[in-house]
């Protein structure tokens, strides 16, 4: 899947300011993807069977493995009578989304648009007889939304000569010419004519298709929608902006024009088992710490073989959407946080000279600790709404700290606001927080005699994650983070990692305190308590990990992490 997507090493093109190419995407921050087609009247499950994993995706050898003679019947029992497209683009609105982005056709091969070049679409195919797409189009236009397309323009599993993966269907992958001539140009050619102006057009898969191809589809963007910006995964560096991974959230920030695509439960496509949702908060922890990384979040939801929305997806972006009501600076139009990683309690983004620190955990001490900040701050509030709280602000031991309220601001993430007296300047060391949980991703960690790279993989077909390891440990392997102490004490330890038997590690302080332990491990990352270590003055320290007995090829750290000891 990795090699699928493309060179993810795009060359990112910043437009100018005053252009309205890619204005939604550049400063609204926050769209809506939808993952609609024939597969959602799937819903994973054939002949009785039911696929975990990305419904869009059964025909693949590891899902249900279809034939096109299996799959394209389906398309006589689609018939989403309850389609709302109204309803759909009031519901991004109300949710604070920008644009909206639709599966205009998926590696099935299944236009879900009125498409000349291909029978195999909603219209001709199918008892709806209508086309959503049209009817999508002029919802945002009435609304004031932004609109675009997804298109797969490499894989076609259903169109004799498309780029397969199943094999059952024997088709010859050495004519893709005719598929590209025959369907895939001209269907790009209709998606950019036939329904106004458009945001986007979001190619999907690349994998080896050949640059000349990418290059006559981008051709045919620029001459039908010049406003328009192509998507990284077009392939051969030729997108406007960058893709990260499916369901990737960085932890450092990421320069250039990028998004991260992201899920609102497990599953791109409707799924009926998939009631995994993610909550209100979760989803404004992944919006907020994607544009505090300098992106862009666009959120798939899935509609069902009707059309309908899930209740449960509609009532959390409608929570979401409240929430940006209340708190729009820390979002729309907002710039990275200058320390360029997450801090203990949360995150923050910026506007020319104002800071908006998005709490999530909110501390109960009535104090909230700023490591690194150097521009003298004017004013600092707390926003509740339609309400502001003065906080009163002073320095300790170069640390900026704020007298809060002990209750929250906002039950879902509190925002507190600073005004600086010029652009923000900070030293974006990491930092040990003196009351709450600090964890250090391994992605922080400079290394010795080992190899620390980034890996994704599948829990289910196609569910993404991701994470920096520490691995092929040596006898002199160290993975060291410099982290800025402001509070003395003891602090209690803990490794996150996975590996095979047990494992007998050692935290070491440069000029202090070593902690060494043996704890059990497992083949997925699990935090294991190691012990407590004491620091005994405010100031810099080296912390070096290393792996003392085990399996050191097979071992894989990815974090490490403080907590306080109170007494």
Wanted: with cysteine; proline share 5%; aromatic share 12%.
């Amino acid at each position: 899947m990795d090699k699928m997507w493309g060179d993810k090493a795009v060359t990112t093109k910043k437009s100018q300011a005053d252009s309205d190419k890619g204005k939604r995407f550049r400063e609204g921050k926050y769209a809506m993807f939808i993952h609609w087609g024939l597969f959602s009247q799937f819903a994973n499950k054939w002949n009785g069977k039911t696929y975990y994993g990305i419904g869009e995706w059964m025909m693949d050898k590891n899902m249900a493995n279809l034939t096109t003679a299996e799959y394209a019947p389906i398309a006589k029992e689609f018939n989403p009578v309850d389609f709302n497209a109204k309803a759909i683009v009031q519901l991004a609105k109300n949710a604070g989304m920008k644009y909206i982005i639709v599966t205009a056709k998926h590696h099935d091969g299944f236009a879900m648009y009125d498409s000349k070049a291909s029978d195999f679409n909603i219209v001709k195919a199918t008892p709806f007889k209508r086309d959503p797409m049209k009817e999508l189009a002029k919802a945002c236009a009435e609304a004031g939304m932004g609109f675009g397309f997804y298109y797969s323009h490499n894989q076609d599993w259903t169109t004799p000569y498309g780029t397969v993966f199943n094999t059952k269907d024997n088709l010859d992958p050495k004519s893709f010419e005719s598929y590209f001539r025959h369907k895939c140009l001209p269907q790009v050619e209709e998606i950019t004519s036939n329904y106004g102006p458009i945001e986007l057009v979001w190619f999907d898969t690349p994998g080896d298709m050949k640059k000349e191809y990418i290059e006559e589809l981008v051709a045919v963007v620029r001459k039908n929608q010049p406003n328009a910006f192509v998507s990284g995964r077009a392939g051969h560096g030729l997108g406007d902006y960058n893709t990260l991974g499916d369901m990737e959230i960085p932890l450092s920030n990421v320069d250039g024009l990028w998004e991260a695509v992201d899920v609102s439960n497990d599953a791109w496509g409707y799924a009926w088992y998939d009631n995994n949702w993610k909550d209100p908060k979760e989803i404004l922890r992944r919006l907020i710490s994607t544009v505090a990384r300098g992106g862009t979040y666009m959120l798939n939801i899935g509609p069902d073989g009707r059309g309908n929305v899930p209740h449960q997806q509609q009532k959390t972006l409608l929570a979401v959407g409240e929430w940006l009501k209340r708190y729009p600076d820390a979002i729309y139009q907002a710039e990275a946080s200058p320390w360029k990683h997450a801090l203990p309690w949360g995150d923050i983004t910026k506007k020319k000279n104002k800071l908006s620190l998005s709490v999530y955990n909110w501390p109960n001490t009535g104090k909230l600790y700023i490591p690194g900040l150097q521009t003298a701050i004017k004013t600092s509030r707390l926003l509740t709404g339609k309400n502001t709280i003065p906080l009163k602000h002073y320095t300790e031991q170069g640390w900026t700290v704020l007298d809060i309220p002990f209750a929250p601001g906002d039950p879902l993430v509190s925002i507190i606001e600073l005004e600086l007296s010029g652009e923000a300047r900070v030293d974006p060391s990491l930092a040990l927080d003196p009351q709450g949980v600090s964890t250090f991703a391994a992605e922080f960690a400079e290394t010795s005699a080992v190899k620390k790279f980034r890996k994704g993989w599948m829990e289910k077909f196609g569910e993404w994650k991701h994470v920096t390891q520490v691995t092929e440990w040596t006898d002199q392997g160290t993975a060291t983070w410099t982290i800025n102490v402001l509070k003395p004490g003891y602090y209690q330890t803990e490794l996150e990692y996975s590996g095979e038997g047990r494992l007998v590690w050692r935290i070491d302080q440069k000029g202090g305190q070593a902690v060494q332990n043996q704890q059990n491990s497992s083949n997925i990352y699990t935090w294991q308590p190691m012990g407590w270590m004491y620091f005994a003055k405010p100031g810099t320290y080296e912390i070096a990990v290393s792996l003392v007995e085990g399996k050191q090829k097979s071992t894989s750290l990815s974090g490490l992490r403080f907590s306080p000891i109170r007494f």
